[in-house]
């Protein structure tokens, strides 16, 4: 791994992360995916869950015995979907847990039933647990397990003292794959996670230093003023009014041994760090949860993690726009007309607007290398949320092909997508009396589809392009987490990978 970062920083931008650094940044979760995932080969005695379908009142498989079906029937046990309860054996120690699969797509929020196992990891007292019935997707079972079993403690003043459940694989599983899949997971969690006092840009660029020295990918990063001198003028203006440098962080991999001729891959994430909307300020209420602004650049940085632990022969590039949309005498404003590094110029309309600039410059770069796939990952519009909810987010995509395989593979492992068009009647709505193109369009229509063909102006070059308008964020405990970030698509469009690069 290269690090070629030159700072290139001008006087105005000061380092301060001392300054917003907290005594309770030192500690991190207390336990990893290898704390609640063991290989099926572990020797130590394990405890049974017996699955019911809504169709059956009692489990199927063997091992339940007379005096637990009697205690069933006693206290009016029910088989429906995430129904469970545990059954006493000798001596008042846990004999099994008895849990309701549902239908057999009942998952969460969509996929298959076995998704709902990731409750029990959040509920089961601790102990060594495995499956005692087989499953059509055991490993999907599993990565829900470890899915579940996420918990953000970073800021807690004490260590949980309460041992997490563990589940020991199903038999045929690579316990290797599942670990690194889930604990790709839980990184962009706890990215997203983290409050914008103790992750700023420079602490987004350190994620991916640190990403590409685990798997021997090179790594620039351009920083500052020096975005001025690169072309980069967007990036810099929505970062210029934060103390804290705007970046540009270019990562690239390929797999050691791989083809020459493997596909192109360019991933690009908005790293917006925390966004106060700027000068067009957002009120206090939408400013609670603008440190998932950066759900996207976690999303990115999760993808990559799985298509580099997983071996996938592309040639891989990551870019992650990372700033902070502050507001200070140096501000951005409205009705600035800034320069994109295409060469087109932009009116702002609105600097609360500010993802869309920052990608835009990013996905410059990306196209002037012609990828043969280009993927952009963006909490970009409240419009998206308004038409699809927190569960479900947009895409836009110029391959019907792949989006039809997309929608169905993330249905398939509970990481849901859906489609909406770059409709290109909505063009006009870009338009700008002074400069190429405006930002925003002043009617609250058709937001995220305005946002999205603003993105595909500048992306002329890749073959395959896909925009991903994200929430970053479950609202409430699920079975595949507690409240709070998630690096939303990552798991749906690595397994359609895996798959398009073994046909």
Not at 122 to 133: Q, R, T
Not at 199 to 219: C, K, N, W
Request: charged share 20%; with cysteine.
């Amino acid at each position: 791994m290269h690090d070629h970062r030159r700072p290139g920083q001008a006087a105005n931008f000061h380092q301060t992360k001392d300054f917003f650094m907290t005594e309770t940044t030192t500690a991190t979760n207390t336990f990893s995916p290898t704390a609640v995932l063991a290989p099926h080969d572990a020797t130590e005695p394990s405890i049974p869950i017996w699955l019911t379908p809504d169709t059956e009142p009692l489990p199927r498989g063997d091992g339940l015995d007379s005096t637990a079906k009697r205690w069933l029937e006693a206290t009016r046990f029910t088989s429906a979907a995430r129904k469970q309860a545990i059954v006493p054996g000798p001596g008042g120690i846990i004999g099994g847990v008895v849990f309701g699969l549902g239908n057999g797509a009942a998952g969460d929020p969509s996929g298959p039933s076995e998704l709902l196992i990731g409750q029990l990891a959040s509920s089961l007292p601790a102990g060594l647990y495995h499956l005692a019935d087989e499953t059509p997707h055991p490993a999907l079972a599993a990565i829900a397990w470890g899915l579940g079993a996420y918990r953000f403690r970073r800021y807690k003043s004490t260590p949980s003292d309460v041992a997490p459940p563990r589940l020991k694989l199903p038999r045929g599983l690579d316990y290797r794959a599942i670990v690194d899949q889930v604990g790709a997971v839980w990184k962009g969690r706890d990215l997203i996670n983290t409050p914008a006092s103790d992750l700023a840009p420079e602490d987004l660029e350190q994620a991916a230093v640190q990403l590409a020295r685990t798997h021997g990918a090179s790594i620039e990063t351009t920083v500052g003023d020096e975005l001025l001198a690169k072309g980069f003028r967007m990036i810099h203006a929505v970062g210029r009014a934060s103390p804290r440098a705007p970046r540009l962080i270019d990562l690239r991999w390929r797999k050691p041994g791989g083809a020459k001729d493997a596909p192109t891959l360019t991933l690009v994430g908005k790293g917006i760090t925390f966004d106060t909307g700027g000068l067009d300020l957002k009120p206090a209420s939408a400013m609670l949860l603008m440190k998932k602004d950066m759900g996207g650049a976690a999303a990115a940085l999760t993808l990559a993690e799985l298509i580099m632990s997983g071996g996938l022969d592309v040639r891989l590039r990551l870019l992650i726009a990372a700033a902070e949309n502050s507001v200070s005498g140096d501000a951005f404003r409205p009705g600035d007309v800034l320069l994109s590094r295409a060469g087109k110029t932009v009116e702002i309309g609105n600097t609360d607007a500010e993802g869309r600039l920052v990608l835009a410059d990013a996905l410059s770069l990306a196209d002037e290398e012609s990828p043969e796939t280009t993927l952009v990952f963006a909490t970009l519009t409240g419009a998206a949320r308004t038409a699809l909810g927190p569960d479900l987010p947009a895409f836009f995509c110029n391959d019907d092909t792949f989006a039809a395989n997309l929608v169905a593979e993330a249905a398939a492992v509970g990481d849901p997508v859906w489609r909406m068009p770059f409709w290109p009647g909505y063009e006009r709505h870009l338009e700008s009396e002074v400069a190429d193109m405006n930002n925003v369009y002043e009617s609250p229509f058709a937001g995220a589809i305005t946002a999205a063909l603003f993105l595909k102006r500048f992306v002329k070059n890749t073959r395959r392009f896909a925009h991903f308008d994200l929430y970053g964020w479950r609202p409430a405990p699920r079975p595949l987490g507690p409240k709070g970030g998630e690096p939303q698509t990552a798991r749906a469009i690595f397994s359609l990978l895996c798959k398009e690069l073994s046909a």
